[in-house]
Nanobody, 121 residues
Framework: QVQLVESGGGLVQAGGSLRLSCAAS????????MAWFRQAPGKEREFVAA???????SYAPSVTGRFTISRDNVKNTVYLQMNSLKPEDTAVYYC???????????????WGQGTQVTVSS
């Protein structure tokens, strides 16, 4: 069982930055793929970024060049650095984990509780 706890959300003006953190329990964190998803009001949850145990990364086209996902296997933490934020980035951001590649929402094994990010125009 893996528990995920997100932090770092908040209110920021357009063009600003935030860094989200997701602390994971368990001894095998380095073997998990980690990802961030987001869900805006009235919309479906969508993929944002992922990082595999190998540290290879992938991003949604809408955030490529603005967001960076990283992991610290000593601290059992995954981060999402968000720069040049836009109002359309407003959503609840969820941390996700899987013992294997995360290729879709359906493949996620564990979810965090979510953290709200609000970008004002």
């Amino acid at each position: 069982q893996v528990q995920l706890v997100e932090s770092g959300g908040g209110l920021v003006q357009a063009g600003g930055s935030l860094r989200l953190s997701c602390a994971a329990s368990g001894r095998t964190f380095n073997m998990y793929s980690m990802a961030w998803f987001r869900q805006a009001p009235g919309k479906e949850r969508e993929f944002v970024a992922a990082i595999r145990s190998s540290a290879s990364t992938s991003y949604a086209p809408s955030v490529t060049g603005r967001f960076t996902i990283s992991r610290d296997n000593v601290k059992n933490t995954v981060y999402l650095q968000m720069n040049s934020l836009k109002p359309e980035d407003t959503a609840v951001y969820y941390c996700a984990a899987r013992f294997g590649p995360i290729v879709s929402i359906a493949t996620v094994d564990y979810w965090g509780q979510g953290t709200q990010v609000t970008v004002s125009s």
